[in-house]
C-alpha cells in the first residue's frame, strides 16, 4: 500500500498510467464503432414489383444483410413496420428495393382508402345526399341502408317500394370531396354517400337516375351485422317490378356490337 502511495505521488508516473488509461479507451472505442459499422444488418426487400395502394403481405418481400453503413435514409427493418401497411399513392416499389418509411403508410391514412374496401366485381356508386336525406346526417361509414324507389307508373300512379337491400356505406363527403367524419372540430355536411354494388345493380341504378320523376331514397337498415358475418351478406334486388318498370324505359347496349370510329 506504501509502495503505491508512493507510484501515483509521482507525476512522471501518474501521466504515464493516464497516457495508457486514455489509448487503450480510445482503442477500444474505435474497434467498437468499427464493428458497429461494419456488422451486417438483416433488412427487408421487395420481392416483386409493387404498386401504390398495395397492401404489403408477407409473400412480397425478402430479407438480405448488408453492412449498418449502407443502410442511409429512413429504411425500414423491422417487418412490424411493414406488414399489412400500404404503397404509398405516388410510391412504385420496384424489385429488389429496400423499403422506406415514406413510401408505406396504414390503410387509413391513404387518400379515399375506402375504395380498397371495393369487393372484386363490384363497383362504386357517388349517391348525392343532404342533410335531410342522411337524416340528419346519421349515416356513417359501415352503417347499412336499403335503396328505395319513387316514381310514376303508366297509369299514372304512385309506386313506392324497397328496390335494393343490404348496401354498405363505404365513405360520407361533403361537397369539397372531404370525409365528413374524419375529424370532430370541423361542422362538415353530407354531400355524396359512396357505396359498393354489382356491376347489373351499378346499371340499373344510374338508368334510374336519368329517368324523368324517379326518386331514389336511401333508407338506414335494421340489419345488424358482425365482422366475421360481413362476408356472408349480399346486396340484392327485391322488386322484380321496380327493376322491370326500368328496364322497359331505357335500351339494352351491348358493348360487344360497339364499333370503333374508322380513321
Same mark, same amino acid.
Given at each position: 500500500?506504501? @509502495? ?9 508516473t ?13 482503442y477500444f472505442?474505435?474497434?467498437?464503432r468499427?464493428?458497429?459499422?461494419? $456488422?451486417?444488418?438483416? +433488412? ?12 404489403? %403481405? ?10 449498418? %453503413?449502407?443502410?442511409? /435514409? ?22 429488389? $428495393? ?5 413510401? +408505406?403508410?396504414?390503410? *387509413? ?8 374496401d &371495393? ?6 356508386y ?5 342533410v335531410?336525406?342522411?337524416? /340528419?346526417?346519421?349515416?356513417?361509414? /359501415? ?9 310514376i307508373s303508366?297509369? /299514372? ?12 356505406i ?9 370525409? +365528413?367524419?374524419? %375529424? $370532430? ?6 354531400s ?7 356491376? *347489373?345493380?351499378?346499371?340499373? #341504378? ?5 329517368? @324523368?320523376? +324517379?326518386?331514389?331514397? #336511401? ?5 345488424s &351485422? %358482425?365482422?366475421e ?10 322488386s ?24
Amino acid at each position: 500500500m506504501k @509502495k503505491l502511495k508512493q507510484i501515483l505521488s509521482n507525476k512522471n508516473t501518474v501521466t504515464f498510467i493516464a497516457a495508457i488509461l486514455i489509448v487503450l479507451v480510445l482503442y477500444f472505442f474505435y474497434n467498437w464503432r468499427v464493428n458497429e459499422a461494419t $456488422s451486417p444488418i438483416r +433488412v427487408p426487400y421487395a420481392n416483386q414489383n409493387i404498386n401504390p395502394r398495395t397492401k404489403i %403481405t408477407n409473400d412480397m418481400i425478402s430479407w438480405v444483410e448488408i453492412p449498418s %453503413t449502407s443502410i442511409k /435514409g429512413n429504411v425500414i427493418t423491422k417487418e412490424s413496420d411493414l406488414i399489412n401497411y400500404y404503397t404509398n399513392v405516388n410510391s412504385v416499389i420496384p424489385s429488389g $428495393s429496400l423499403f422506406y418509411k415514406s413510401q +408505406v403508410v396504414r390503410q *387509413e391514412e391513404l387518400p379515399d382508402s375506402f375504395l380498397i374496401d &371495393v369487393p372484386d366485381g363490384y363497383v362504386a356508386y357517388n349517391f348525392s345526399v343532404n342533410v335531410s336525406t342522411t337524416y /340528419g346526417n346519421s349515416m356513417y361509414p /359501415g352503417n347499412y341502408v336499403d335503396v328505395y324507389f319513387k316514381g310514376i307508373s303508366d297509369d /299514372g300512379l304512385l309506386m313506392v317500394g324497397k328496390l335494393i337491400e343490404n348496401v354498405k356505406i363505404l365513405a360520407v363527403k361533403d361537397s369539397s370531396g372531404r370525409h +365528413v367524419f374524419e %375529424t $370532430s372540430d370541423a361542422d362538415r355536411s353530407p354531400s355524396q354517400i359512396i357505396f359498393a354494388v354489382t356491376k *347489373e345493380i351499378h346499371l340499373l #341504378l344510374r338508368k334510374a337516375e336519368y329517368i @324523368k320523376d +324517379v326518386e331514389i331514397i #336511401l333508407v338506414p337498415s335494421n340489419v345488424s &351485422v %358482425t365482422v366475421e358475418d360481413e362476408d356472408k351478406i349480399t346486396i340484392n334486388v327485391t322488386s322484380d317490378t321496380i327493376k322491370e318498370y326500368i328496364e322497359s324505359r331505357s335500351v339494352y347496349i351491348d358493348e360487344n356490337e360497339i364499333t370503333q370510329p374508322t380513321e
